[in-house]
């Protein structure tokens, strides 16, 4: 049950550049020459250049959150005061800090509902749950000994589309079908920002979840990229994920599910927010064996590789026990980079593009977008989820 969340991540961050034509992401390459990141050059190099793709589009997203805030309270810029939903009196800085916090999230409640979840859909949890009871009782009506579907009205049936027909045209039952989207009048840029916002925000979320460790927010984030992943048709991503969620709500015990959700990171060097994915100290474990095995050269052997293999560890545990004990630190660190200019020139560009108001009947380039998570059909995915439920009973139980 290794995981390999961070192959996961690494599929579902590339979405983020294929949901979109190359037409459409013009306005991010637009940004991408403004703050002149020239190592940025779309999905196509993502994996090679995989830091530089991701620090671009947190600072887009930084751009896009701070614009939301901009217009939220009506301020030209960033040095500006606010003209508009000002915190009542008295001074905010007299306040309690149960008073700040509440403020904080009912306006952080605000820029979610209207600057992100506007325009765009995810599957309704009543939706699912009413096709569970469906094939419950679809289920229910089918006679194994006999091999056909038995209607409380005496009628039998041998294929479950004839049975599904009978039951709509006799006994007026309905089945959710993919619903047809009529042509009206909307805004694609904003909604197109929206999702943007959306997807980015989940990416965001996942790093964080990683790096703190938290199980619960994990599984949690799951669910949001196995429907992205069924969007893009990664079929192999989604089908990990589902089996990521089966393993800790139903096939394993307590116990190892418990092992399972909170053993999903480690934490090599200590301190609150540095846990890495399993999967990605299993590589950085391997990259340091091949390093000490590219350093023997022509004098490489199958016992010289084993011994490696089997004392990296304890050297590396060697290591950190003489820096404790000697109170030193070996190696260097980045400083900070500074990103207030980058971003300051974002917010211009999308103040420009009136990217954070909703203008009916504005489309563009995006007058074809389609927000990723209006592409799952929920009939179609709910069927797959069914089929592997049958496949788990058979082969993982």
């Known amino acids: 049950m290794r995981q390999s969340c961070h192959r996961i991540r690494m599929g ?38 995989f830091r ?42 007299t306040w309690p800090n149960e008073e700040k916090l509440r403020w904080l999230q009912s306006i952080g409640r605000h820029i979610l509902d209207v600057y992100i979840k506007k325009g765009t859909g995810l599957l309704e949890a009543n939706e699912m749950e009413e096709m569970d009871n469906q094939s419950a009782q679809l289920q229910a009506c089918y006679s194994a000994a ?28 309905t089945f959710p079908q993919k619903g047809e989207t009529t042509p009206s009048s909307k805004d694609g840029v904003a909604e197109a920002r929206a999702s943007f916002m959306k997807c980015l925000l989940i990416l965001r979320d996942t790093y ?63 301190g609150i927010g540095k846990n890495v994915p399993n999967d990605l100290l299993v590589e950085m474990n391997v990259n340091a064996i091949k390093q000490k095995l590219r350093s023997q050269g022509a004098n490489v052997t199958y016992d010289s590789a084993r011994v490696i293999a089997l004392s990296s560890q304890v050297q590396d545990d060697i290591k950190q026990n003489i820096i404790q004990q000697c109170g030193s630190h070996f190696g260097t660190s980045r400083p900070p980079v500074s990103k207030v200019t980058d971003i300051s020139l974002i917010i211009q560009e999308i103040g420009k593009g009136q990217l954070m108001k909703t203008i009916l009947g504005r489309e563009g380039v995006f007058a074809n977008f389609v927000d990723p998570f209006q592409k799952v059909d929920p009939t179609t995915f709910h069927k797959w989820i069914s089929a592997q439920k049958q496949r788990a009973k058979i082969e993982l139980i």
């Open 12 to 49: 579902i961050f590339k979405t983020f550049y294929k949901c979109q034509s190359a037409r459409d992401l013009g306005s991010l390459f637009q940004l991408r020459n403004i703050v002149n990141r020239r190592d940025v050059h779309g999905h196509d190099t993502v994996t090679e250049k």
């Open 52 to 93: 530089a793709h991701f620090a671009f589009i947190e600072d887009v997203l930084d751009g896009y959150i701070c614009s939301a805030f901009l217009e939220y309270f009506g301020m030209e810029n960033l040095e500006s005061s606010p003209t508009q939903n000002k915190p009542p009196p008295p001074l905010l800085s």
């Open 146 to 173: 006999e091999k056909v579907y038995m209607c409380e009205c005496g009628k039998e049936y041998k294929t479950l589309g004839h049975f599904k027909r009978h039951l709509q045209n006799v006994h007026n039952w």
């Open 208 to 270: 964080d979840a990683y790096q703190m460790a938290d199980g619960n927010r994990i599984f949690r984030i799951a669910k949001f990229e196995m429907l992205l992943a069924d969007a893009f048709h990664h079929t192999k991503y989604r089908l990990w994920l589902w089996r990521f969620l089966a393993y800790e709500n139903a096939l394993l015990s307590p116990r190892q599910a418990f092992e399972y959700k909170w053993n999903c990171c480690s934490n090599t060097n200590g």
